[in-house]
């Protein structure tokens, strides 16, 4: 039946409902109400005093909604996880405020004004910070969304074992894939002037920073990679077979981001290859050539890294499927 | 997930549990929510609307009952019936609650 107050308590508890089931718990709803009113009146038509018993008999509307979201989602990151995220957390800012304090300084060092710097230091600090903490915090709800579940009423006899000292993944490793990676993400974008060379006393830059930088794209999403990889490490402990096919899909997507990053023909500064083509002559003129094919040269360099990566990964994770 | 890890989580919220059996006893035929609620009050317990209709959707999501929709009547209801699965279920939550009430009652009786 229609009436004011049973549309007004109908809405308030779809508000607070998920988007699939509002229409289906609606109508269960409003089949409910209109039982309970015929059981109270029979024939007659309810009145507003019959209509408020009913609705206050069912509770307030927020209490009904909540009650139908499964516990579950009721956490972004929840217990199991949060620990480990606020670890990341604090290692995440601490590498944005010593990159980015690096990069003022180096850049002091090389003629910038220092009240200058010292304002655009505060100015990056807290946009970087936002920015790696929202990435942080979206990695873990990921994880924790589709992540491993924590099994509850194992036996004892499927408790993982004890990883061996050498099978551990130390803390220190985990700290060294997230710093790297921030530290990585915040040259490339923050300072991707620091590679160059000086010639007749001015710094000249190998890589072209407005195109370096128009990619930082690409850059964060390698950051963003290393560090759920890193971060997945840490919570396996060990390499387990899953860890291992992440860590390979993880190694090939880096790849392909590098990849594009450094086919980019604009990336190498061309002033820097003229400089050193004049400086440099006869026999080492190999040099400028590496230099002119920087991003091949880098290409190459990381590829061979990453099947290093690859393989190892590949081994142990046979291995540990073995165990 | 299997019958295992369903009756772990069961046994270990007892007061949900009873409910849940309650339910499960009263779907013997089809029935919608407010049926079950008159029904399951004619024993003696009374049980919330805004307990019932969630548990009922989680109960269909773990494959226990299915719904449909009844739109011939005067008004549209949403029935529920069990299914093989639910009775299964059914049949060892009661012979557990028999033995556990049995149990109970010895440690009380004494």
Same mark, same amino acid.
């Given at each position: 039946?229609? %009436?004011?107050?049973?549309?007004?308590?109908?809405?308030?508890?779809?508000?607070?409902?998920?988007?699939?089931?509002?229409?289906?718990?609606?109508?269960?709803?409003?089949? %409910?109400?209109?039982?309970?009113?015929?059981?109270?009146?029979?024939?007659?038509?309810?009145?507003? @005093?019959?209509?408020?018993?009913? /609705? @206050?008999?069912?509770?307030?509307?927020?209490?009904?909604?909540?009650?139908?979201?499964?516990?579950?989602?009721?956490?972004?990151?929840?217990?199991?996880?949060?620990? @480990?995220?606020?670890?990341?957390?604090?290692?995440?800012?601490?590498?944005?405020?010593?990159?980015?304090?690096?990069?003022?300084?180096?850049?002091?060092?090389?003629?910038?004004?220092?009240?200058?710097?010292?304002?655009?230091?505060?100015?990056?600090?807290? /946009?970087?910070?936002?920015?790696?903490?929202?990435?942080?915090? /979206?990695?873990?709800?990921?994880?924790?969304?589709?992540?491993?579940?924590?099994?509850?009423?194992?036996?004892?006899?499927?408790?993982?074992?004890?990883?061996?000292?050498?099978?551990?993944?130390?803390?220190?490793?985990?700290?060294?894939?997230?710093?790297?990676?921030?530290?990585?993400?915040?040259?490339?974008?923050?300072?991707?002037?620091?590679?160059?060379?000086?010639?007749?006393?001015? &710094?000249?830059?190998?890589?072209?920073?407005?195109?370096?930088?128009?990619?930082?794209?690409?850059?964060?999403?390698?950051?963003?990679?290393? =560090?759920?990889?890193?971060?997945?490490?840490? %919570?396996?402990?060990?390499?387990?077979?899953?860890?291992?096919?992440?860590?390979?899909?993880?190694?090939? =997507?880096?790849?392909?981001?590098?990849?594009?990053?450094?086919?980019?023909?604009? /990336?190498?500064?061309?002033?820097?290859?003229? &400089?050193?083509?004049?400086? =440099?002559?006869?026999?080492?003129?190999?040099?400028?050539?590496? &230099?002119?094919?920087?991003?091949?040269?880098?290409?190459?360099?990381?590829?061979?890294?990453?099947?290093?990566?690859? @393989?190892?990964?590949?081994?142990?994770?046979?291995?540990?499927?073995?165990? | 997930?299997?019958?295992?890890?369903? !009756?772990?989580?069961?046994?270990?919220?007892? $007061? $949900?549990?009873?409910? !849940?059996?309650? !339910?499960?006893?009263?779907?013997?035929?089809?029935?919608?929510?407010?049926?079950?609620?008159?029904?399951?009050?004619?024993?003696? *317990?009374?049980?919330?609307?805004?307990?019932?209709?969630?548990?009922?959707?989680?109960?269909?999501?773990?494959?226990?009952?299915?719904?449909?929709?009844?739109?011939?009547?005067? #008004?549209?209801? #949403?029935?529920?019936?069990?299914?093989?699965?639910?009775?299964?279920?059914?049949?060892?939550?009661?012979?557990?609650?028999?033995?556990? *009430?049995?149990?109970?009652? #010895?440690?009380?009786?004494?």
């Amino acid at each position: 039946m229609q %009436h004011d107050l049973i549309e007004r308590y109908i809405y308030a508890v779809k508000r607070g409902l998920p988007q699939k089931i509002k229409a289906d718990v609606e109508q269960e709803l409003r089949s %409910h109400i209109s039982d309970m009113l015929s059981d109270r009146t029979g024939d007659v038509l309810p009145t507003d @005093t019959d209509v408020r018993v009913v /609705l @206050t008999e069912l509770g307030p509307p927020k209490e009904l909604a909540e009650k139908y979201s499964p516990d579950k989602q009721k956490a972004l990151i929840s217990g199991t996880y949060f620990t @480990t995220y606020k670890f990341v957390l604090k290692i995440v800012a601490l590498c944005v405020v010593f990159g980015l304090l690096v990069s003022n300084i180096i850049e002091i060092i090389f003629g910038a004004v220092w009240y200058e710097e010292i304002l655009d230091f505060f100015a990056s600090i807290i /946009l970087s910070l936002l920015t790696s903490f929202s990435i942080v915090t /979206l990695i873990f709800a990921v994880f924790e969304r589709r992540g491993i579940k924590i099994e509850t009423g194992l036996g004892l006899d499927d408790l993982p074992t004890v990883p061996k000292k050498n099978e551990e993944i130390k803390i220190g490793e985990t700290i060294t894939g997230i710093a790297f990676s921030v530290v990585f993400c915040i040259v490339f974008i923050a300072f991707p002037g620091i590679m160059g060379g000086f010639f007749d006393g001015v &710094f000249i830059p190998l890589l072209n920073i407005e195109v370096a930088r128009s990619m930082w794209y690409l850059t964060l999403a390698m950051t963003v990679i290393g =560090i759920a990889k890193a971060v997945y490490g840490m %919570h396996e402990g060990r390499y387990t077979p899953a860890l291992c096919v992440f860590s390979v899909i993880a190694d090939v =997507i880096s790849f392909a981001l590098t990849f594009v990053f450094f086919s980019n023909g604009a /990336l190498i500064n061309q002033e820097f290859i003229g &400089f050193l083509a004049k400086i =440099i002559e006869g026999d080492a003129a190999i040099v400028t050539t590496i &230099f002119e094919n920087f991003g091949m040269f880098m290409i190459v360099i990381i590829s061979f890294a990453l099947v290093i990566d690859i @393989t190892e990964m590949i081994v142990k994770g046979v291995r540990a499927s073995r165990a | 997930m299997d019958k295992q890890e369903i !009756v772990s989580s069961f046994i270990s919220e007892l $007061r $949900r549990g009873v409910i !849940v059996l309650l !339910v499960l006893s009263s779907l013997h035929t089809e029935q919608y929510g407010y049926s079950l609620i008159t029904e399951i009050e004619k024993g003696g *317990v009374s049980i919330e609307a805004n307990t019932l209709y969630p548990l009922l959707r989680r109960l269909e999501s773990q494959g226990l009952l299915t719904s449909t929709w009844n739109t011939d009547a005067a #008004k549209p209801r #949403k029935y529920y019936e069990i299914t093989d699965f639910g009775r299964d279920v059914y049949e060892t939550l009661r012979r557990h609650w028999h033995s556990t *009430v049995e149990g109970i009652n #010895k440690i009380l009786g004494d």
